[in-house]
């Protein structure tokens, strides 16, 4: 397979907005080798955001069809690829005619679509839609709007990259309804965003290459939980682990007045959030939790997570917050003693304690035994 350079005519700004990073050639592999045994001689192999056309550039019998919204990028792809190739908005008009594809076609997708979460901090000042979006198809993710597309589109088979958040996290699992309610999810192997120059500069985020059979069965958010993913050597299950939401409040209460004696947390999303935040904090504003004193201990081990996360392998940054609570009950004393030596206002609250201990060892074993397989050194 030849090697197709990455979008060099974009600017950082662009290749941000349009999701242009050169996919590398084992994930390619990868997505053809899941995709391969559906695909006959009659059936059509559609790149709907192709960019230069890598995905496109693998050697089949079947028939190919590129397309790009970036017209500089469909002018080098007409230089690489033997295929059919259009420069259309593909989230607008979606139909198969734009592509010349007809209604009793077999059709498969491959590709890598562009993610661009408007509703993400990162980068925000730089995310622009420059593009109109069917209605059926519009949500705050363009990769989201991506999927929704191949469910318009009717594909029988979609082999795709996208990040795992829009499975595993329920709210984009929601606006991915009409998708999943279509497509059942049959492999997912995931893989770091750090494969893609400059998409991940600060925090790597998983992305999974997804294979999907358009069915009457779908895909279930509990499915999901269940499914055993391929990570490196190993699998991860997330059912497998417990997480801190059925513990504590996440996000502040509206209706929850502070109170001057009252101990304040930021917002808690996920791991890779909790990396970028404060954990307590000084005064309360509308991003604060007002702290349940009950269950000040559980507040603390999310205090305590955040400064040994780098234990914590990339794949878990879009989960809450991991605990096994009978273990962390164990190991309790522990995670209160490492937070009294960073917090001094917390001291009140356990006089018991000898404050001039630290046991970091017990807390590595305790990061051990929760991840198993998964604990990074």
């Not at 559906?38 to 192709?50: G, K, M, P, Q």
């Not at 990028?73 to 690829?81: E, F, H, L, V």
């Not at 490196?232 to 509206?254: A, C, G, M, W």
């Not at 004696?261 to 996920?270: A, E, H, S, Y």
Request: aromatic letters at 14%.
């Amino acid at each position: 397979m030849t090697h197709l350079s990455q979008q060099q005519h974009l600017n950082y700004a662009d290749r941000v907005n349009l999701g242009a990073y050169y996919t590398k050639n084992e994930y390619v592999e990868i997505a053809w080798n899941m995709l391969s045994p559906y695909i006959d001689e009659e059936t059509i192999v559609l790149d709907s955001s192709c960019g230069y056309g890598n995905f496109l550039n693998y050697p089949s019998r079947c028939k190919k069809i590129g397309n790009d919204i970036d017209v500089s990028a469909i002018n080098k792809a007409k230089q690489n690829i033997d295929a059919m190739l259009f420069n259309h908005n593909a989230l607008g008009n979606i139909n198969r005619q734009q592509y010349n594809i007809k209604n009793d076609e077999k059709l498969c997708v491959i590709g890598n679509p562009p993610y661009n979460d408007k509703s993400s901090i990162i980068r925000n000042d730089i995310k622009t839609f420059n593009m109109t979006l069917d209605k059926s198809v519009k949500t705050r993710d363009l990769g989201m709007s991506f999927l929704l597309s191949y469910n318009q589109l009717k594909a029988d088979y979609i082999c795709v990259l996208h990040p795992l958040s829009y499975l595993i996290k329920q709210a984009n699992f929601r606006l991915l309804k009409n998708f999943t309610d279509n497509y059942r999810l049959m492999q997912g192997r995931i893989i770091s965003s750090s494969c893609f120059s400059e998409s991940s500069k600060s925090m790597q985020f998983p992305i999974v290459i997804a294979l999907y059979k358009r069915d009457g069965i779908g895909t279930t958010y509990e499915s999901v939980i269940d499914f055993p993913w391929l990570v490196k050597n190993t699998t991860l299950q997330l059912n497998e682990f417990d997480d801190i939401s059925h513990y504590v409040k996440r996000y502040p209460s509206k209706s929850q007045k502070p109170k001057h004696d009252d101990l304040f947390f930021w917002t808690m999303r996920d791991i890779n959030a909790l990396k970028r935040n404060r954990t307590f904090v000084n005064k309360h504003t509308n991003n604060t939790i007002i702290i349940d004193k009950n269950k000040l201990e559980y507040y603390i081990y999310i205090d305590v997570f955040k400064q040994f996360s780098h234990h914590v392998p990339y794949y878990f940054g879009n989960c809450n917050v991991l605990i096994d609570n009978q273990l962390f009950i164990k190991y309790k004393k522990y995670f209160i003693l490492e937070a009294l030596n960073q917090h001094k206002n917390l001291r009140q609250y356990f006089t018991k304690f000898d404050f001039s201990k630290t046991h970091v060892v017990k807390i590595v074993e305790y990061f051990q035994q929760l991840l198993g397989v998964h604990y990074v050194n």
